[in-house]
């Protein structure tokens, strides 16, 4: 059984009176030792469905329906003190900005120590012993528990985050652009390390990025966002190679690379959509140039096209996207 | 070097942060992080320049001394042939309209309390450049509407935790652009962005570039990202110019042993291409108490003689391709 299984799943803001339909039917599985890269545009929805999994939601947000099962555990259904017993323990979250994640007043060390003692009942001396394990796997020196957060550089400071996201030995860590703000170098480091404890921990991992190269290297299976929704998942050769919909089609052509020739890039033309005020039907089909009279008037189904490869689209597996992939 | 078509000349700069004592208590001497250390370059006008280089390396302290946000330690920048650490208020005022510096984290510097027009018409404000309200907005939804915060209204009145993560980083670029300035210093301005819309505000900045003769330092950790939008590509290592010269000469032909690892470690869209990395060792260390000879010496895999003991000085190899670094 996969350890997470979100189905369904609608997330809205409250702007006012206005409903803003951030996360809109979402479906997707995590299986233990695996990585699932969450992936599609500025907006689309990524960040709130993470924290809709945890349930860190703005106050202004809502989980509209749908259902979130961690191990078999409703979430969505949890009281906020239970709720509260989840996060960390069974499952953690690296937040993008490395930098606004420790408090700066306080010693790193101090911090996850905090985070163990308050999930397990653990004293101070078994909780920094942990502490220095954790600090050793991830790379750091144990002695810079000591330190403050200004005195690590920026990607100590994110390896940090991974051992405080591992203190309570948890079975999925979402991980929300975590290495959007460093260098390859420091990135391919921290990625090698993801992978090394996940099968360590035989953890399940979320990774968001909008970074296609990353996930291209880094995810076992890719899961492709669109205003809302989860337009195309499988695994990452399928999603790449025999992309189903036209908008992850052009997604991944919009990528820039150091290989081949300079070329202006091609970008997906049309407008962002509006959450405010989606189209009907596909809400992809003002920009697709594929578009049928069924798209305008008709949602497609979220359906299995070839085993485990799955897309939201009227023609999935029928277009030919032309130039071969 | 310096010619009429030079915008900015950057001579010798160096900016050193002195740590507080007590820090490094084994040490009383007064210590340096030493983030810029000896940085000279040209910018053409309406050139693209890009600067790479890993965390740390001192990218934000170069940006922010250049704009004079911070006082140098030595050296000096010339914009137009004009000293900026010897320009008065007033000409500095004028000087921070026409150079603008789109800073890294859009977190920092978005006022939580404004909304989103207040926001990007702020600038204009500040120098006294709104004719009246009405023009006012029109120009901050246009500007909204070039970063592709679209329908613009909708996102005019919101507040920044009403936002994600980059679309904040659009309203912080919208906020230079619609100054029109002559030079943009873009720190790390789309790393937040996905492919598309980053796409999009790539070629926003150079499609700008070329209608209204913009001249950008574009500054990434990202080479594919230098490789699209800049001509000349500058490499730095600890504060230090490691490798500077045309894009695709340093890009495709890379001679600093820093520069190869960095070109090996980009990585590519495509998970059936296989790569040989070549890893650096080591924690990146920081512009405190440097080695003797060559500060890359510690990580370095082809350590010759000279490395020892003085640090390299940029050489051309090849036209317009400079490489600070001993091995041939
Ligand atoms: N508190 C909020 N109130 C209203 N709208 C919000 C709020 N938080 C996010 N939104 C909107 O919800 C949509 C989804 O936001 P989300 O942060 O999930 O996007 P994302 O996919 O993570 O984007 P990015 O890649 O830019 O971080 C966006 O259009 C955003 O403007
Ligand atoms: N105000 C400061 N006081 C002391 N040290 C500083 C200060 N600002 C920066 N530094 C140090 O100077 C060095 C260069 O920092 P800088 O922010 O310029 O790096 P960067 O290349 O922009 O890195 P990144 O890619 O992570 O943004 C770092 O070692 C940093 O810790
Ligand atoms: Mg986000
Ligand atoms: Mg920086």
Redesign the interface.
Known sequence: MAVLEVRDLATY?Y?GKKELKAVDGVSFDIESRRTLGL??????GK?TTAYSIMRIL?E?GKIARGSVTLGGVELTELSDEEMRQIRWKKASIVF??A??AFNPVLRIGRQIVEVIREKDKMSEEEAVLTVSTLFDEV?LKPERQTDYPH?F????LQRAIIAQALACDPQLIIAD?PV?????????KILDLLRKLQDKYNLAVLFIT?????V??NCHDVGIMYAGNLVEVGD??SV??KSLHPYSY???G??????GP?K?????PG??P?L??LPTGCKFHPRCPFAQSICKDDIPEFREITSGHFAKCHFAGELDFGGGQ | MTTNDTILSVQDLRKWFTLRAG?FSFNRQPSYVKAVDGVSFDVPRSGSIAIA????CGKTTLARTILRLVEPTSGSVLYNGENIYEMNRLELSELRLKMQLIFQ?P?EVLDPRHTVVDLVGEGLVIHGLQENDEVLHDRVISALEDV?L??AE?FAT?YT???????L??IAIARSLILKPELIIAD?PV??????????V??LMTDLQKEKELTYIFIT?????A??IGDYLIIMYLGRIAEMGPM?DV?QAPQHPYTK???S?????????ERD?I??EG??P?PVDLPPGCRFKPRCQEIGVYCKEDEPILHEVASGHWVACYIE
């Not at chain 1, 550089?153 to 100590?156: A, F, T």
């Not at chain 1, 460093?182 to 391919?188: A, G, R």
């Not at chain 1, 202006?264 to 997906?268: G, P, Q």
């Open positions: 803001y702007l992936a599609g545009e500025s907006g689309c960040t703005a202004n993008q900005y930098m606004n790379g005195e550089s920026g990607g100590m652009e959007t703000a460093l260098d390859v170098i420091v990135q391919n909008h970074d296609l190269s990353v291209a290297e990452a050769a790449f190679k052009k997604l991944i919009a990528f820039p690379s150091v290989v300079k202006r890039l091609e970008f997906i407008s962002p509006n405010l005020n | 820090l280089g890993e965390s740390g984290n977190f592709r679209i329908p909708d919101r935790h009403e936002l994600s993560g980059g679309q980083q659009r790390e790393s937040m962005l996905d492919a598309s819309i980053r796409t999009e790539m070629n950790h990202d080479l594919a990202q490789r699209y695709e890009i690892a960095l070109v470690n980009i990585p590519i869209p495509d998970p059936t291409v990395r890893m650096l924690e990146t920081t």
